[in-house]
């Protein structure tokens, strides 16, 4: 359901959509409005586990080939539990093999310092790299996560 100024927000945005960034303290020559329907788009983690005490949602994605933007991934995963739960997510990547780690597999999303102003994010996830932990913390964890 559109609320009550949708409609006259996005008319102004289209009579002028640099002007917003301008407005915003932002610089740029040339602005291009974009459609904003995002209703199509479909995201499916691999698993989310509802934690308690402390509430909290795990995140987990596993990886066994290399993926540039799983960063990027991640943060959407993890924006979209919190907004659909309101609980706080945590968000880990394991990796099976070396061929699936890379630089893209840091740990680590920043952008937005680019622009020359104090927006930005920084999320940060965990990453367990499979073939770096002990054979023995593995064969006497758990039985689902041998």
């Not at 943060?75 to 739960?85: A, E, I, K």
């Amino acid at each position: 359901m559109h609320k009550r100024f949708d409609a006259s927000a996005k008319d102004l945005f289209a009579f002028d959509a640099l002007a917003w960034a301008h407005f915003a303290g932002l610089e740029g020559e040339r602005a291009e409005l974009l459609n904003a329907d995002f209703s199509s788009v479909l995201a499916e983690a691999d698993r989310f586990v509802k934690v308690a005490h402390p509430d909290y949602l795990l995140h987990f994605e596993i990886q066994n080939q290399y993926e540039p933007k799983m960063g990027l991934r991640m943060l959407r995963y993890n924006v979209l539990g919190r907004y659909q739960q309101d609980l706080p997510v945590v968000s880990v990547l394991l990796l099976l093999r070396p061929e699936a780690d890379g630089e893209a597999m840091s740990g680590v999303v920043t952008y937005g310092e680019e622009y020359g102003t104090d927006m930005g994010l920084a999320f940060r996830y965990r990453v367990l790299r499979v073939w770096r932990m002990e054979a023995e913390a593995l064969l006497t964890g758990a039985l689902a996560t041998l």
